[in-house]
């Protein structure tokens, strides 16, 4: 593994890129020894021990890959090693202690009975990388050990909260790490606190509701609000809204509009005239679509997030 390399370097940082979900990704180095407080107060909170088992399967290209490669480090865990690919239990791997996955893993595992059987035998598993489907939550809301979505980003070296979505502690709140404080700017964005694990507090893009114990939910991001006429329109807000009514791929977007500023924009692989319907239907008018776009194909990342950037210049030249 070309990682353990670099770990193993001379060097005191190690090089890491961002996902690109909202632009070209970027690369940056980050220090080991950051890395190593992370992987300690994420086996903490989760109470792996020595010996334990991990799974890897997500590249070490990125952030995610590489902090599960640390953990097992730091934690002398037993990292067994899979290919990335969208199935990573189609093999049977034994008893799994501890695994992180992108959704896509976890919905397509949960398609195939053996597969979902074996996800549902992890102790620990986290979700992190994308949004999670509020179907695929009902679902693993079910499942008889701990499944938790992650907050966090590169900058944080992972996830710096996580939100338990199983058994009778599921909430749409998270929980920070006790290392982590948070606080708003006056637009509402989430300001994180995190000396471990990052030298500099971090203003984000991400609007945010937080109570005074620390625990918040995410609204959207800032630079996904539409200013249209005069009215913010979240495009996350759109976008669940729409969810329980939408079978085809989707997403909201935006554009410049001489009259209103920006307008909502939605662009989808499937019929632009059924969806209207459906947005007539269940949006207020003021959400509702002024450009509906077909497209063979949604943009996503590398790592399988909308490519909002790329979207809205896509729009921009149609």
Avoid at 108 to 115: A, I, M, Y
Avoid at 134 to 159: C, I
Avoid at 183 to 189: A, V
Wanted: contains cysteine; hydrophobic residues 35%; negative net charge.
């Amino acid at each position: 593994m070309a990682f353990i390399d670099e770990w193993n370097n001379d060097s005191a940082y190690v090089e890491v890129k961002t996902s690109g979900s909202t632009g070209e990704p970027k690369r940056m180095l980050v220090e080991k020894r950051r890395m190593l407080n992370s992987a300690r107060i994420t086996c903490d909170f989760l109470g792996l021990k020595p010996g334990d088992t991990a799974l890897l399967c997500m590249s070490t290209d990125y952030i995610a890959g590489k902090m599960m490669v640390v953990r097992s480090i730091e934690r002398d865990l037993r990292l067994i090693e899979v290919p990335p690919s969208g199935h990573p239990l189609n093999l049977e791997l034994g008893t799994l202690n501890f695994a992180a996955m992108v959704p896509m893993q976890v919905y397509n595992s949960l398609q195939v009975p053996e597969e979902k059987e074996r996800l549902m035998a992890i102790r620990h598993l986290i979700i992190g990388g994308g949004a999670i489907d509020e179907a695929m939550e009902a679902e693993l809301r079910t499942f008889p050990h701990a499944v938790w979505s992650t907050y966090g980003m590169t900058e944080t070296l992972s996830h710096i909260a996580l939100r338990r979505i199983s058994g009778p502690e599921a909430s749409e709140w998270y929980i920070p790490f006790p290392t982590v404080k948070l606080s708003t700017t006056d637009e509402g964005c989430l300001v994180i606190d995190a000396p471990e694990v990052c030298a500099q507090t971090l203003i984000t893009n991400d609007i945010v509701e937080l109570q005074p114990d620390g625990r918040f939910r995410i609204r959207g991001r800032k630079d996904n609000v539409i200013c249209s006429g005069g009215i913010k329109i979240q495009m996350e807000e759109v976008e669940r809204t729409l969810k329980p009514y939408v079978r085809v791929p989707y997403i909201i977007s935006k554009r410049k509009d001489e009259k209103f500023g920006e307008v909502v924009v939605l662009l989808t692989e499937g019929s632009t005239d059924e969806l209207r319907a459906v947005c007539e239907q269940h949006l207020p008018k003021y959400h509702q679509p002024k450009v509906y776009l077909h497209i063979d194909q949604i943009p996503l990342t590398e790592t399988g997030k909308p490519a909002r950037k790329k979207i809205e210049d896509l729009i921009a030249g149609k």
